[in-house]
């Protein structure tokens, strides 16, 4: 079974262009979530969904974020207009539910120029 | 609000020898406890968890780790390290019937020949 897919894995932008950063989670797990990785902060929570409804975007650092998960095996999250500032690792996991274990996709490196 | 402590930054051991990590947690209700495993480059992939039961929780690599109460504790354990167990360690916890995983800031291990 293929783990958590994020794409792309990599990605270098300008100051003011949008980003947008996919994840698709494990076949029948029903939550998600999105992290944020850097040095000077941690791993964060930005936001997560169960049965694709948002249940917690308070991690969500500004109206510049925003998440979405139209169905069970997508989900979203873009930056507009990005900043230096949100250089960092993002990180996507998914998992059953309540009570269950966190699987975490390989992350995708943002450099924001 | 519930928190988690590292207290060590960066650990180095000699390989073949035991290894201690240490994670501390804060907050009321019953724990339940992971540990993680971040490869350079990679997600965090899960070593362990405690729910509940036996205190004493086996995970894969050969790690433990157990949990102790009256302490607050949840330290990880090995026997005898091996190079590839160089990486940085997450200590996480949550309470049951919230989704919602709070990631220690991590402890780098780094083995030396």
């Known amino acids: 079974d293929a783990g958590v897919i994020q794409s792309p894995r990599h990605e270098v932008t300008e100051m003011g262009q949008e980003v947008t950063l996919r994840c698709k989670p494990i076949s029948g797990h029903n939550s998600l979530f999105w992290y944020r990785q850097t040095m000077m902060r941690g791993l964060e929570l930005l936001i997560y969904?169960?049965?694709?409804?948002?249940?917690?975007d308070s991690g969500m650092p500004e109206d510049r974020f925003s998440a979405k998960m139209p169905n069970a095996s997508f989900s979203t999250l873009k930056i507009q207009p990005s900043e230096p500032r949100d250089s960092a690792v993002y990180f996507c996991?998914?998992?059953?539910?309540?009570?269950?274990?966190?699987?975490f996709g390989p992350g995708t490196r943002l450099t924001v120029l | 609000a519930q928190s988690v402590t590292q207290p060590d930054i960066h650990i180095t051991v000699s390989e073949g020898a035991s290894l201690e990590l240490r994670c501390n947690y804060s907050?009321?209700?019953?724990?339940?406890l992971f540990w993680y495993v971040q490869s350079p480059g990679q997600g965090l992939q899960l070593l362990l968890k405690?729910?509940?039961?036996?205190?004493l929780v086996q995970g894969i690599k050969g790690f433990e780790a157990e949990f102790k109460r009256s302490q607050s504790s949840f330290n990880l354990r090995k026997p005898s390290v091996h190079w590839s167990d160089a990486a940085e360690y997450f200590c996480a916890v949550g309470y049951f019937g919230n989704e919602k995983l709070t990631f220690g800031t991590g402890t780098r291990l780094t083995i030396i020949p």
């Open positions: 996991a998914s998992s059953r539910g309540v009570n269950n274990e966190q699987f």
């Open positions: 969904f169960n049965n694709n409804v948002p249940i917690d």
């Open positions: 907050y009321g209700a019953t724990p339940y």
């Open positions: 405690y729910f509940s039961g036996d205190t």
